[in-house]
């Protein structure tokens, strides 16, 4: 079992940064593939990018240039820097993790909201 909680989401303005954290806990000595996705409300979730254990990223188009994943594998934790926000970018994002027997794990979601 794997434990997801995310944290940092929040209103910022057109323009602004956020960066979102995600902490994984429980029964894992590793995690494969994390990431994030995110959802609008009567939409499919969709991918923002994900990140290999070591270290291989892969984003969505319309996030390329302006968001960064990162993680730390010794804290168990997954980053998302988002530069450059733009209003379409409203949603709620969920970090995602692949436990090494093939699971996959989502996070509660935490709210982004860009407006001015």
Not at 45 to 65: F, M, P, Q
Request: with cysteine.
């Amino acid at each position: 079992q794997v434990q997801l909680v995310e944290s940092g989401g929040g209103l910022v303005q057109p323009g602004g940064s956020l960066r979102l954290s995600c902490a994984a806990s429980g029964s894992f000595t590793r995690l494969n593939t994390m990431g994030w996705y995110r959802q609008a409300p009567g939409k499919q979730r969709e991918l923002v990018g994900t990140i290999t254990r070591g270290g291989s990223t892969n984003y969505a188009d319309s996030v390329k240039g302006r968001f960064t994943i990162s993680r730390d594998n010794a804290k168990n934790m997954v980053y998302l820097q988002m530069n450059s926000l733009k209003p379409e970018d409203t949603d709620v994002y969920y970090c995602y993790a692949r436990h090494p027997i093939g699971i996959d794990y989502w996070g509660q979601g935490t709210q982004v909201t860009v407006s001015s």
